[in-house]
């Protein structure tokens, strides 16, 4: 038996038998882990309410050579982020953000880097104006991207290394993987059309942490531009379709608000 201390992301959680709590977690140390905290769900439990989703926290727990799941024995909230579940927005947003990250990155491929992205990006979400909820989405989506070594490149072309951070418009292909000089577009290809605003921000994106974005944020038009465009670089590079049921609904609710 090996016993276990470190930092958690709580992704979600699911019922297990008559009182206990199956953990879906990020681990500091460990990545994507399914943990079980036994009694979790008894009203007289320590554990109750330390386990929940969206929260960061500290853990200890036991992974036992019987036992297929790492049973948890103690939980401390760090952040419990708790607004993230009492808004249909962040809700949705947040959930989306578990889709993504459950649709990228494997089961135990442990990265701190990825740990410290997601934690913060949650801590972001929960505090900021709801305008800004879809930027965080597409910052952390940019970038667990490129952490996972899909790395866009939006100021040199991609086919001819042509510098084209000056140029007003340039043209980016999911496909290709970053922006392409007009001389060198594929007439028939699917391109979105960035402007220099729009790739100055994705610049900063990649190149800032994640709590050092407070003032930025893209425009209507851009968030829905940037959203589409990350999400089928995400398809094409992955080849398959990310299920983002979260957004979906959100997407569908809007109209009638």
């Known amino acids: 038996m090996s016993l276990h201390k470190t930092e958690a992301v ?39 309410g330390r386990l929940e989703p969206f929260s960061h926290a500290e853990i200890l727990y036991y992974q036992s050579d019987a036992e297929k799941l790492g049973i948890v024995s103690q939980a401390e909230v760090i952040r419990s982020n708790q607004l993230l579940s009492e808004d249909i927005r962040r809700l949705s947003h947040a959930s989306a953000i578990v889709e993504t990250l459950e649709d990228i990155v494997p089961q135990a491929e442990s990265s701190e880097a990825v740990f410290d992205l997601l934690q913060k990006s949650f801590y972001q979400m929960n505090y900021c104006h709801g305008s800004k909820l879809e930027f965080i989405f597409a910052a952390f ?10 790395h866009p490149e939006f100021n040199r072309c991609v086919k001819t290394g042509e510098d084209l951070s000056d140029i007003d418009e340039a043209l980016f292909s999911s496909a290709d993987g970053g922006v392409v000089a007009a001389s060198a577009a594929d007439k028939d ?22 709590d050092k974005l407070g003032s930025v944020n893209f425009s209507n038009d851009q968030k829905k531009l940037v959203r589409a465009m990350l999400l089928k670089f995400l398809s094409i590079h992955t080849e398959r379709a990310p299920k983002l049921a979260s957004l979906d609904f959100l997407d569908r609710i809007k109209p009638a608000e």
């Open 189 to 210: 290809a699917l391109y979105y059309k960035l402007n220099k605003g729009t790739r100055r921000v994705l610049n900063l994106i990649l190149s800032s942490d994640m």
């Open 10 to 48: 709580i992704l979600k959680n699911a019922r297990s038998g008559e009182s206990s709590l199956l953990v879906y977690c990020f681990l500091k140390d460990g990545g994507r882990q399914n943990l079980l905290a036994k009694g979790a769900r008894n009203p007289k439990s320590v554990m109750v």
């Open 141 to 150: 989506l940019l970038k667990l991207l490129s952490l996972s070594g899909f």
